[in-house]
T-cell receptor, first 113, second 113 residues
Framework: KAGVTQTPRYLIKTRGQQVTLSCSPI?????VSWYQQTPGQGLQFLFE???????NKGNFPGRFSGRQFSNSRSEMNVSTLELGDSALYLC????????????FGAGSRLTVL | TQLLEQSPQFLSIQEGENLTVYCNSS?????LQWYRQEPGEGPVLLVT?????EVKKLKRLTFQFGDARKDSSLHITAAQPGDTGLYLC?????????????FGTGTRLQVFP
């Protein structure tokens, strides 16, 4: 079956702009988690959605938001982009909530100029 | 301060050598997972260890969970260029009453032919 699909794979934005990233989980998976990966901080948890509800949220400012649709697809949005938001944004899906087996997508690499 | 510290941070070895990667914490974990992330891809789950003292083998990879469930190690025998990648440990810290995975700082392994 198809894996976790993230789009776009690469994008370049400038400071102050906003960006929306998309994640399609594995069919049948209802939980979607988002992580930010940077060389300095590693993998940092952003948020988790299950059945269209945010279950967990990491320590990121309110500029970072997300949502999940009824088909389990998820989007995350970052508004008023800063240089420090440059990172690889990873989405992971699992059948249930919490730390089940996570299947990651290939990520969306965001560069903020 | 990172909850899960991995060492070494970088490792560059020749094909055929053995190596060990460590994942340490001062906190007790309910379980620990190991992931490998190749360039341009998301992390892929290798193994989950649950019981203190548990040892799991995956071909040339041996994973061990510490007796006190505060640390874990990954030993690779006769490393091959295909083992190249970023190795991440991740776990559920019991004291934090959370069901979201905490990721380690990562070990970047390069195996030269």
């Amino acid at each position: 079956k198809a894996g976790v699909t993230q789009t776009p794979r690469y994008l370049i934005k400038t400071r102050g702009q906003q960006v929306t990233l998309s994640c399609s989980p594995i069919s049948g998976h209802r939980s979607v988690s988002w992580y930010q990966q940077t060389p300095g901080q590693g993998l940092q948890f952003l948020f988790e959605y299950f059945s269209e509800t945010q279950r967990n949220k990491g320590n990121f400012p309110g500029r970072f938001s997300g949502r999940q649709f009824s088909n389990s697809r998820s989007e995350m949005n970052v508004s008023t982009l800063e240089l420090g938001d440059s990172a690889l944004y990873l989405c992971a899906s699992s059948q249930g909530t919490g730390a089940n087996v996570l299947t990651f997508g290939a990520g969306s690499r965001l560069t903020v100029l | 301060t990172q909850l899960l510290e991995q060492s070494p941070q970088f490792l560059s070895i020749q094909e055929g050598e053995n190596l060990t990667v460590y994942c340490n914490s001062s906190s007790v974990f309910s379980s620990l997972q190991w992931y490998r992330q190749e360039p341009g891809e998301g992390p892929v789950l290798l193994v989950t260890v649950v019981t203190g003292g548990e040892v799991k083998k995956l071909k040339r990879l041996t994973f061990q969970f510490g007796d006190a469930r505060k640390d874990s190690s990954l030993h690779i025998t006769a490393a091959q260029p295909g083992d190249t990648g970023l190795y991440l440990c991740a776990g559920l810290p019991r004291a934090y009453n959370t069901d979201k995975l905490i990721f380690g700082t990562g070990t970047r392994l390069q195996v030269f032919p």
